[in-house]
């Protein structure tokens, strides 16, 4: 077998970029569920794999969760069922999925500009903010952007199982997501269409397109079937819904599952560029470095009057335009595009290491090597600072510890008047959501010992009404625990 020679700069920018991804198994395992999103689809994913309903993901017992679909709850379940319930088990599917869409990366890249620009299009896309911090989460977006990556680099590159692994992209899109996959795919096509016609993809036949079609149809379309077969009113909600309403209306008030979000118009633009620290301000700077002189002008306008250019740009620009008058966002929304960023970040990183290599300047490697280490780091010293102080964050992962270490057999908890997905999640459903005005009542028709968790005004409140003892039994960021009996 041949040996990696890691003086060769592609071969270490691959090493560094998997090295990188290696290190953030460290903040999954040792970091808690923090509030909202992480614990609320960790627990999607344990009640499916309780009960066994692939079909429907559930909010919780009796009320189904229409606001994604299965995909990432079916791998983070089946993950559970491998390997038991831990934090890392059910964020081991998107790393996984980060993993995988760094081969898209690569082949496209290497395609374009070669296996050195390849090289470092991984590594950009492996230690931005965005990716490199979804690698290691219960969230539905790495999937996305497998999934929409997958069919960018399927849709140009000629050989026939990319055109496959693009149809199969579309499908993990569309069961990651919903339709939006479908307009993230399409509206870069459509740019490029209508700026290079047909001269930026190879020649598809008819019968390609057709058997694309049915590899989507038959991988993706059943599911939605029987999803509204079995919960009616899915359609009406997630497609209309979601799909529209939410980016339409600031503040949507429709979500059956938390809140809407209110951003400021534009405010994506600024998402994306804290999404793709530290490499934004260095691609930045290599585009103000090409404009500022003549030659560099030109040679940059020759670039982008390639098909293949035009189709990256636009692939890195459309879900950013295609938000940027939507209030209603999450930064994660720009995760589609950064492989795109990603490789043209690349190339103008290998082009600009050539001018300083003729040069003989030492600033060749770390121009590249140097920032990948910076969201790593930053993410390194974070996973130290909650393991050293767990109160910091909003998760009750220590609170339901403490409870369960002092409770005796046949104790209640109750969460009064409002109750955080950690708190269910970590108590694995049994702290139950109750009401302080109904509170007085099922104390005195429960037996056993009762303890109460509330947040600090209502726990005041409670104290003048109920026998509560040891207050504060335990405490967290948002709760105060008190035991009656």
Known sequence: MKRLDLRRPAVAMLAIALGMLGLRFVSMVWVPYIDTTEPRYAEIARLMALSGDWVTPWFEPGVPFWGKPPLSFWLQALSIKLFGLSEWVARLPAWVATAVTLWPIHALAQAWAGRRAAAAAVLIYATCALPYLMAGAVLTDPFLALGTTLFMAGLIL???????????????????????????VAGPAVMCLLAYRRRVWPAISARGWLAGFVVVASLAVPWYVIA????????????????????????WSGDLYGTAHRQAIGVIWLDWLVATLPW?????????????????????????????????????????????????????????????????????????????????SPALHAIGTAPASFVPALALLATIAICTHPAAVKSEKVLI????????????????????????YYSRGQAALVSSEALPALVASTEGSIFIAARPDVMARLQTVLPLTELPLANSRQYRVGRIR
């Open 228 to 251: 509204e077969s079995r919960t009616p009113g899915f359609w009406d909600y997630f497609l209309l819904g979601e799909h529209v309403q939410r980016f339409l209306q600031s503040g």
């Open 401 to 424: 510890r403490q409870v369960m270490s002092m409770a005796p057999p046949g104790a209640t908890l109750w969460f009064v008047d409002s109750r955080s997905f950690s708190a269910r």
């Open 280 to 360: 934004s301000p260095l691609a930045l700077a290599m585009l103000a470095a090409a404009l500022r002189h003549r030659r560099g002008r030109v040679a940059l306008l020759r670039l982008i009057r390639r098909p293949m250019t035009g189709y990256l740009i636009a692939w890195a620009l459309f879900v950013v335009l295609f938000f940027t008058l939507s209030s209603n966002i999450l930064w994660t929304y720009v995760l589609p595009a950064l492989p795109a960023f990603a490789i043209l970040t690349g190339r103008a990183l290998v082009l600009v290491g050539r001018r300083l290599k003729s040069r003989r």
């Open 158 to 184: 000629p050989q026939w199982h990319w055109r496959l692994l693009a149809a199969v992209g579309l499908a993990i899109g569309l069961l990651a997501k919903g339709p939006l996959a479908l307009v993230i």
